[in-house]
């Protein structure tokens, strides 16, 4: 069976500074994993996925997340946040099966 | 380059009325294609995906039924609406990697479509 949590449900930052999301994984096989992110009203738009290559990946928008096996973690991270990053991020992860399982979301919110 | 295509974006309808929610996909062949509700606040749920033309494979019972006539157009339907129906509705498609063990490949979504029941 597969799982993933994000820990956090709402984080806020300040312009500027970095953004740490964080999500755990479970999975009984290799998995691949994804960080979506989606504006108010919007579909979701890929970030990032890591399919058993390297394991620090880099996406768009100046983000990156680094897989770690030992702790079972996929955290999003990003040097310094902008006003645009405010935003609903959602950890993703895929195995055998055809359909994924989400996290229940992290609400970014970024201060002026 | 893959597009996919969801309409309508908003859409009021009355308890007890049916419904029927399109979604294409552009520049790919065969996609495992999806649908997902996400209530006000929430996270997703995904409530059909498919595999191929006419196969449905369905997650949550509910009064909605889905049907796939044509390899890249998935249809969300409802007979009789409910309240509870209310919610933000997403289609997506993947890669069908289902015999490519380790080759799993993210969704991508449609911009949604925002169903009130009143």
């Known amino acids: 069976a597969q799982s993933v949590t994000q820990l956090d449900s709402h984080v806020s930052v300040s312009e500027g500074t970095p953004v740490l999301l964080r999500c755990n994984y479970s999975?009984?096989?290799?998995?691949?994993l994804f960080w979506y992110v989606q504006h108010p009203n919007k579909g979701l738009q890929l970030l990032l996925k890591y399919t058993s290559a390297a394991t620090l990946v880099k996406g768009i928008n100046g983000f990156e997340a680094e897989f770690k096996k030992s702790e079972t973690s996929f955290h999003l991270t990003k040097p310094s946040a902008h006003m645009s990053d405010a935003a609903e991020y959602f950890c993703v992860v895929s195995d055998l099966r055809v359909s994924s399982t989400f996290g229940d979301g992290t609400t970014l919110t970024v201060k002026p | 380059s893959q597009t996919i295509h969801q309409w309508p974006a908003t859409l009021v309808q009355p308890v007890g009325s049916p419904l029927s929610l399109e979604c294409t996909v552009e520049g790919t062949s065969n996609p495992n294609l999806y649908w997902y509700r996400q209530a006000a606040g929430r996270g997703l749920q995904l409530l059909f995906y498919s595999v191929g033309i006419g196969q449905i494979s369905s997650e949550v019972p509910q009064n909605l039924s889905a049907s796939r006539p044509q390899d890249r157009q998935f249809i969300l339907s409802s007979k009789k609406l409910l309240l509870s129906d209310s919610g933000f509705y997403l289609c997506a498609w993947s890669l069908n990697t289902l015999y490519r063990q380790g080759a799993y490949q993210p969704q991508h979504f449609g911009d949604g479509t925002r169903l009130s029941i009143l």
């Open positions: 999975s009984s096989y290799s998995p691949s």
